[in-house]
Structure formats: C-alpha cells, structure tokens
C-alpha cells in the first residue's frame, strides 16, 4: 500500500471515531435539555455521517461525490476543531487528569490531525481555483484551536501561548498544506537540495548576505535579547511558517501548475504571489495605523518577490522561512510588538521605496541567463506529475 493508502485508512477510522464521540455528546445534551447545543452536534454529525458514507462507497454518481467534496472542505474542519477543544475539555474534567499533559498529547495530535482530510477530500480538487480556495479556507486550523477550550483549563502559561500566537496552528497548517500538495502531485517543501552543477553559490550567498542586510537596516539597532520574550519569539515563528507556507509553498505551486503552459510562468506566478502577499497585510488595518498598513503591504509585496526568488531558486522553502522568521522576529524584540505602532514619516516612504527598487531589481536579475534556468528547473520539480506519496510497507 502507498502513503495515500494510509492516509485514506486513518481518515476512514478518524472520522468515525469523531462521528461517535459527538453522537454520544449530541444525546448527553439532548438529556440535559440543552437543545441548542444538541442541534449543532446534530448537524456535525450528520456532516460527518455522509463524508464516511461517500468515502466508503465507491460507486456514488461524480457529482455526489463533488458535492460531498466541498460540504467537508467547508465544514470539516471546524468539525475537527471542535471536536479536538471539546475531546480535550471533556479528557480534563471528567477524567480529572492532569491538564499540562492532556493538552500537551493533544496539541501533538494537532500537528497531525488534518492530514488525512488533506489527502482524501483535498486530493478530490482537481481545478486550481478550487486549490486556491482551498488553502486559503484552511487557514482558519491556525487561528482557531482554543474555540471552544477554556483557557482556564490550560495551566500552563507556555502551551497557552503556543496556542493563542498561532504557533501551533501554524505547524498543523504546514502538514496540512504539504500533504494537500503531494495529493495534487506537486511539491515536497524541500527539505533535501538537489542543486546541480549550474546552481550558483555566490549567488546564494549574496541572496541571505542581502537578507541580513535588510533586516539589520530594517530594526536599525541591535535587539535586546532580553526583550525576545516566548510570546515575541512564538508570533514570528507563526508569522514564518504560515505565511511562507501559503504564499510560497501552496500558491506558488497551485500558480505553476496553473500556469504550466505559459512561457512566462515564472515571473508571472512570482509577482502574483508577491501582490496577494502585500494585500493580505492590509487586514492589519483594523490594528495599527492606515497609512502604517499601507506602507507594510508595500513593504511586504517587495519581501513576497525576494522570498519566493529565495524559494525557487533554492528550492528550499525552510531558508525563506528561517530568513522570514529572523527578520520578524528582530523587529518584534525591537519594537516590542508584532504590530507597527504610530505614524509613518517621509523617511519611512524613502526607506520603502529603495526597498521595492532593490528586491523588484533582484527579481529582475533573476529573470534572465543561467539564474533562469536554475529556477525553471525547480519549477518543473516542483510541478512534476511522478510525485506522490510512493512509499509502501511490506509485510
């Protein structure tokens, strides 16, 4: 059996699993007259009831099947959300063990838990559109793990933050998204380089010496290392690892793939991937200062050209988000938030503009001679049809 196999096997046992646990809370809350209550685990069930039934019947018509597809894409997991927090409430107080390690067991399930929905209802999505939703919809596993867990019932101050900053969320997205890619055989994210013979290091070298540059430039001080708190250090860890995930990994590839029969596919997904980078820093209009937003989503759409050249040409995606990580991270323990705090200054435009100059310039260079066909290689990696989860066990 291949890694798709299992993958189809623990969905199968999970989603049963999950399907009698909340039947049982359903009735449990129906005795108690809470019928409110009774009605949403109802409706969860009966979600879960007909992803279970269509995956083990083959035989549906396709646009049952498709329909399910999008009803459990949709609704699945915030089922699974709330299903982990209410497990984990109902481990704590009825079985009145202790919370440090019940919701340490669970946060490692956490990590994991979305990767047979990834591979099983994700691989369905054959339309990149639908791909696109789809990784933009499951974002929502990194902000929403203490939905519906009292934050009294975490006691400890460290796995209370390692969920409220997102940094757990962040880790569960990756596997979630890395296992919704190779369902669509597209990209591993990397982790061993293959670089041949026309991979330049001096290139590669002045890529993360520029990086440091940047960041240096950008806090403008030393950071105090007695201000990097857990907090501080957990917020640019989800910073890094999410968004790199999104922007690079997922719509990247999802972009190559669409695209795969353009010739300019790689600028072209480059720069779209770099806009829709800088606009999603526009929603931190509703914390900090409009024109400081402005100035960040500017900002970041120059940084989405750098990290996704960083990426490609690479093809590493853990060096964008080391370098991703060290820059957010240097700023937070600078300025003490993960937020940009007052106004902007004719200095802070200047600043930004040489910012845009330099990496839009980087990108540029890229474009052409042997630096083109390093990362027209990558890109034809990362989109290639033979991969898949190929590994079996034999008995």
Do not use: C
Not at 216 to 235: C, F, K, R
Not at 273 to 284: E, R, Y
């Amino acid at each position: 059996m291949s890694g798709s196999d299992y993958l189809k096997i623990w969905y199968r046992v999970q989603i049963g699993a999950t399907l009698l646990i909340l039947a049982m809370m359903m009735i449990r809350n129906y005795e108690f007259d809470r019928r409110r209550i009774a009605a949403l685990l109802l409706v969860m069930v009966a979600v879960l009831a007909i992803g279970l039934i269509v995956e083990i019947l083959d035989q549906l018509p396709a646009v049952i099947k498709r329909i399910n597809a999008w009803l459990q894409v949709l609704l699945q997991p915030l089922i699974l959300i709330m299903a982990w927090d209410v497990i984990t409430r109902e481990i704590i107080v009825l079985l009145h063990l202790p919370s440090r390690g019940v919701v340490t067991l669970m946060i490692i399930y956490y990590f994991v838990m979305f990767a047979p929905f990834a591979n099983v209802i994700g691989g369905q999505l054959t339309f990149s559109i639908e791909r696109f939703i789809f990784v933009f919809w499951t974002i929502l596993v990194a902000f929403l793990p203490l939905m519906a867990l009292p934050t009294n019932l975490v006691d400890n101050h460290f796995l209370l933050m390692a969920l409220s900053t997102g940094a757990v969320g962040a880790v569960s997205y990756f596997v979630l998204i890395m296992t919704a890619m190779r369902a669509w055989k597209l990209s591993w994210p990397g982790l061993r380089p293959q670089w041949s013979n026309d991979f330049n290091w001096w290139i590669l070298l002045g890529l993360v010496a520029l990086d440091l540059i940047f960041t240096a430039l950008n806090i403008g001080e030393v950071p105090n290392l007695h201000e990097a708190s857990w907090d501080l250090t957990m917020s640019a860890f989800e910073a890094a690892v999410l968004e790199e995930t999104l922007f690079r990994f997922a719509i990247l590839g999802i972009l190559f793939y669409a695209w795969r029969n353009f010739k300019q596919r790689l600028p072209l997904a480059i720069v779209v991937s770099a806009l829709l980078f800088g606009l999603a820093h526009l929603s931190n209009a509703a914390l900090q200062h409009w024109d400081m937003t402005i100035l960040q989503a500017v900002s970041a759409f120059a940084l989405g050209l750098f990290f996704a050249i960083v990426y490609v040409y690479t093809g590493q995606l853990w060096l964008a988000m080391l370098m991703h990580g060290l820059l957010d991270w240097t700023s937070f323990v600078v300025t003490g938030s993960d937020l940009m705090r007052g106004t902007t200054s004719w200095q802070d435009w200047v600043s930004v503009l040489v910012e845009l100059v330099v990496f839009v310039g980087i990108a540029a260079w890229m474009m052409f001679g042997q630096r083109r066909h390093v990362m027209e290689r990558h890109v034809a990696r990362l989109t290639g049809e033979h991969q898949r989860f190929g590994f079996s066990i034999r008995y």
